[in-house]
């Protein structure tokens, strides 16, 4: 697998796997100014039983599963039963939609919807959103605990896409949960982070499709106390 960082959070005995290399290449991307800093052959990325060995010390109550492999493999499809089976922990996945594991083991999927319009989705994301879309039903009609979110981007995914998406959720299940987030804005790239009466001009546009609508701004996280069980230190 491309597993490149393992967090730890002692408080809430929690951790998180970070993959790295993306089937997407979004136009916003933080990851476009931290991938020509580094040559990817030479990070040390592990498989499964690495992940497990790292893990099997803390024995973490939850474990979130960030994005997922770049690529479809067998070691992605059964990780979340693998540290289901091993932890009795509660397994999230965020996702971008374009490729699941095997829902075994799953609590949870929280899909990344980028534009509804796929022209526009083709054109910030360099694929078309049809199975992110055939996904985010085939999740829904398995009966896992769903919720999504998009990413707010002022002129580029703007209120009228976030309405849309939106609209689309609704038509699958109104109480489905959405977020909807601020961009953080990345050095050399041109779009802006939303003012907070943009992103919440943006939530309210959505009016009445669905019944769970949150909005929130990256800079608002917290990550204090939060270690490294592993890491290729891509940080810069
Ligand atoms: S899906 Fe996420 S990680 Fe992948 S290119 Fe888009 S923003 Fe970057």
Redesign the pocket.
């Known amino acids: 697998m491309n597993i490149h960082r393992i967090t730890y959070n002692p408080t809430t005995n929690s951790c998180s796997l970070y993959f790295i290399g ?1 089937n ?3 136009l ?4 476009k100014k931290i991938y020509p800093t580094f040559n990817l052959k030479e990070l040390r990325l592990l498989n499964l039983k690495e992940v497990m060995e790292i893990l099997r010390p803390v024995s973490p109550e939850k474990v979130t599963i960030i ?1 997922g492999d770049p690529v479809e493999n067998r070691e992605f499809s059964v990780l979340p039963k693998t540290l289901y089976d091993e932890f009795r922990c509660e397994v999230r996945l965020m996702t ?1 939609g374009q490729i699941l594991p095997s829902l075994e083991g799953l609590k949870h999927v929280s899909l ?1 919807i ?1 534009a509804l319009s796929d022209d526009l989705h083709k054109r910030y ?1 360099g694929k078309s959103n049809t199975a992110p879309l055939k996904n985010f039903r085939f999740l829904y009609e398995s009966g896992i605990e769903l919720s999504s979110s998009s990413v707010f981007i002022p002129d580029v995914i703007d209120k009228e896409e976030i309405k849309g998406i939106g609209r689309f959720i609704g038509s699958i299940d109104r109480d489905i949960p959405y977020r909807i987030i601020g961009y953080m804005p990345v050095d050399g790239l041109p779009f802006r982070r939303p003012t907070y009466e943009e992103i919440k001009e943006a939530a309210a546009s959505i009016n009445g499709s669905l019944n769970n609508v949150v909005f929130s701004d990256p800079k608002e996280q917290d990550y204090t106390g939060i270690i490294d069980l592993f890491t290729n230190n891509l940080k810069r």
Do not use: H, L, Q, V
């Open positions: 993306c997407f290449r979004c916003g991307c933080y990851w994005s971008n990344s980028k994301t």
